[in-house]
Nanobody
């Protein structure tokens, strides 16, 4: 089970850190992805970290502004979001692939276990 938290309201240029806490499994051995969904838009891949020590990958829209990290002692993954823009406003989700599938890492259909989502609003 995944639980996302840390969303909120922030001004443009500000920062937030989202958390994705895993329970019932060891996060290190699983691919964890972050997605976001704005109203009226499709769910968008933000970034992901492959299982067993893979390096994070990022969407071009967030590259150099967002950073994914893991704290194995806490069994938690973090999404540090800096230089936030109004277009980053969305519900953010973390997800993992419990049962293997052939879908691409950026495809939400690959993931069969999702956190509940946390709202991020970037506005002045």
């Amino acid at each position: 089970q995944l639980q996302a938290s840390g969303g909120g309201l922030v001004q443009p240029g500000g920062s937030l850190r989202l958390s994705c806490a895993a329970s019932g499994f060891t996060l290190y051995f699983y691919t964890i992805a972050w997605f976001r969904q704005a109203p009226g838009k499709e769910r968008e891949w933000v970034g992901s970290t492959r299982a067993s020590g893979g390096r994070p990958k990022y969407a071009e829209s967030v590259k150099d502004r967002f950073t994914i990290s893991r704290d194995e002692s806490e069994n938690t993954e973090y999404l540090q979001m800096d230089s936030l823009k109004p277009e980053d406003t969305a519900v953010y989700y973390c997800a993992t692939e419990v049962y293997y599938s052939d879908y691409d890492e950026m495809d939400p259909r690959k993931y069969d276990s999702w956190g509940q989502g946390t709202q991020v609003t970037v506005s002045s």
